[in-house]
């Protein structure tokens, strides 16, 4: 069994930053893809930003040249820094990862959940 739990989400006015973690734990052979999801009030859960084990990134539009996605492996960490925060950014983020706990097989893991909010 695989635990992802986030942290790091909260209050913030327009135009600050907040920092979002997610550590896997558990049974874990290797993590593959690692991700950053959120989702509005009556809105469907949109990809925000995920990276790769390698460090390839992928950024949703409204995420470019705000927001940072990075890993430690070392960990089974995955951090979202958002900057230039505006209230269209207040969501529940979560985290999403592909996880093996054999070698070649692959389930995704969802954590529970972290509210932002941007107050303008």
């Known amino acids: 069994q695989v635990q992802l739990v986030e942290s790091g989400g909260g209050l913030a006015q327009a135009g600050g930053s907040l920092r979002l973690s997610c550590a896997a734990s558990?049974?874990?052979?290797?993590?593959?893809?690692m991700g950053w999801y959120r989702q509005a009030p009556g809105g469907q859960r949109e990809l925000v930003a995920d990276?790769?084990?390698?460090?390839?990134?992928n950024y949703a539009d409204s995420a470019k040249g705000r927001f940072t996605i990075s890993r430690d492996n070392a960990k089974n960490t995955v951090y979202l820094q958002m900057n230039s925060l505006n209230p269209e950014d207040t969501a529940v983020y979560y985290c999403?990862?592909?996880?093996?706990?054999?070698?070649?097989?692959?389930?995704?893991?969802w954590g529970q959940g972290t509210q932002v909010t941007v107050s303008s």
């Open positions: 999403r990862a592909r996880v093996s706990y054999v070698p070649d097989k692959y389930a995704y893991y």
């Open positions: 558990g049974i874990i052979f290797s993590i593959a893809d």
């Open positions: 990276i790769s084990r390698g460090d390839s990134t």
